[in-house]
């Protein structure tokens, strides 16, 4: 007859070894790339984030807290199509969401996201469905200190804490953005490095990784070049960044800004929806931000530029500049700008994090001010687990389970060793 209590097989030994292995089952949950901060200072971000349902732009950047017209310029959408705010995304959509990246209690972590929980929400329908698994159900639930989470009033206002990184803005001391990626069940991180221009190794060196090995559900600290600008401080777009590819918009909707492609030289411009807007002409000049002059001579090629300086007090800041080169520049190429999507391909749905253009049936041939009609204008050792010339540290930690969590599961597995031993 088999014994109805297996356990009573094992002796204190075997079983002590037995506790420990279901302790490390619970505890190696998802792992999540940690960055130790020590100071205030913020920094621009970048969520990958997949659409869990059909959603109006306007909607999604509800769930995050920021700038419709912002979401559509870093996936490089054309802002010019009409109502495009309330244009409805699919469903399986990725998007990258711009975000700022402060450090609190020691960590980086994005916390000026707040959800409004609805009838039929639970924590992990929040965590895992509506932010895509940016964030757990534990770590929503310790932000906002719910005692018991199977208790949500409706409309309830809670903190959602996302991960971010910044490490000084930098990867191997060049411009970078950092993506937050949550890892699918078939991506590798061969297809992750891929399908963002970068190396195996520079991603393990960022997460702080010991090996290869990934699974659904980590997030992994992704580096994008990026296109830096240089305003000051007081500016209140200072720390400006955006990733190759892609666009910006800042100065209330007045200035556009593009990064590359085959540059990383930040050009800005005036935007399409610039209405009622500060002067962006270049003092003494006839010049306005974005335009350029160039002049052959025997010498060499002189050029005159006015460039955007920043957003200071609701006044666009400009800058004249003049240089002689070696050669005439050629045209200025920008970014491939697509149509509002409106459907996802099949395959790429399982894609490891594909950008707008792969997600969307027809690229397009920018047709608004956004991007200019014409060419010829001119733009304007790492410590372990960060990037070169970054001065952060990265630990890839397990993804939190709350220390509550920890102490409930340890008690009630002592006291059923003790109860059977």
Excluded: W
């Excluded at 892609?246 to 085959?262: D, E, K, N, R, T």
């Amino acid at each position: 007859m088999a014994n109805p209590r297996p356990f009573l097989n094992l002796n204190k030994t075997q079983f002590l070894f037995f506790f420990l292995s279901l302790a490390n089952v619970a505890l190696v949950s998802s792992k999540s790339t940690i960055e130790p901060c020590s100071n205030s200072d913020s920094c621009n971000a970048m969520l990958g984030y997949t659409v869990y349902t059909e959603l109006k732009v306007s909607e999604v950047a509800s769930l995050f807290q920021v700038d419709p017209i912002a979401i559509l310029t870093a996936n490089a959408i054309d802002i010019s199509y009409p109502d495009v705010e309330n244009h409805i995304l699919p469903s399986q959509l990725f998007l990258k969401i711009p975000i700022t990246c402060s450090c609190v209690d020691g960590i980086r972590k994005s916390v000026s996201t707040h959800y409004k929980t609805r009838p039929s929400d639970s924590l992990s329908s929040i965590a895992d469905s509506v932010y895509s698994g940016l964030v757990s159900a534990d770590q929503i639930r310790e932000a906002n200190s719910i005692s018991d989470p199977s208790v949500l009033d409706v409309g309830q206002n809670l903190v959602v804490p996302l991960p971010c990184t910044c490490f000084n803005g930098t990867d191997n001391s060049l411009p970078a953005i950092y993506l937050s990626y949550v890892v699918k069940p078939v991506d590798s991180l061969t297809a992750i490095a891929a399908k963002y221009s970068t190396t195996i190794t520079d991603l393990m060196n960022v997460n702080a990784m010991g090996s290869t090995s990934i699974k659904a559900g980590d997030i992994l600290a992704v580096p994008l070049p990026a296109c830096a600008s240089n305003f000051p401080k007081y500016a209140s777009d200072f720390g400006l960044i955006v990733p190759n590819g892609s666009y910006a918009i800042s100065a209330s909707h007045c200035v556009q800004c593009s990064c590359g492609p085959g540059s990383l030289n930040l050009y800005c411009m005036p935007a399409s929806l610039a209405v009622s807007c500060s002067s962006m002409q270049c003092k003494n000049s006839n010049l306005m931000v974005g335009n350029s002059t160039i002049q052959q001579t025997s010498a060499g090629c002189n050029v005159s530029s006015c460039n955007y300086g920043g957003f200071v007090n609701g006044t666009i800041v400009t800058t004249l500049s003049t240089s002689l080169q070696p050669r005439c520049p050629g045209p200025l190429k920008f970014p491939p700008l697509i149509a509002p999507p409106s459907s996802v391909i099949r395959d790429s749905i399982f894609a490891p994090s594909p950008s707008p253009q792969s997600d969307v049936v027809g690229a397009l041939t920018p047709r608004s001010s956004l991007v200019p009609a014409t060419g010829g204008s001119l733009p304007g050792m790492a410590p372990i687990g960060g990037p070169m010339g970054s001065s952060s540290d990265a630990c890839s930690l397990v993804n939190p389970l709350t220390t509550s969590a920890i102490a409930t599961f340890l008690f009630f597995s002592f006291k059923l060793l003790f109860a059977i031993l």
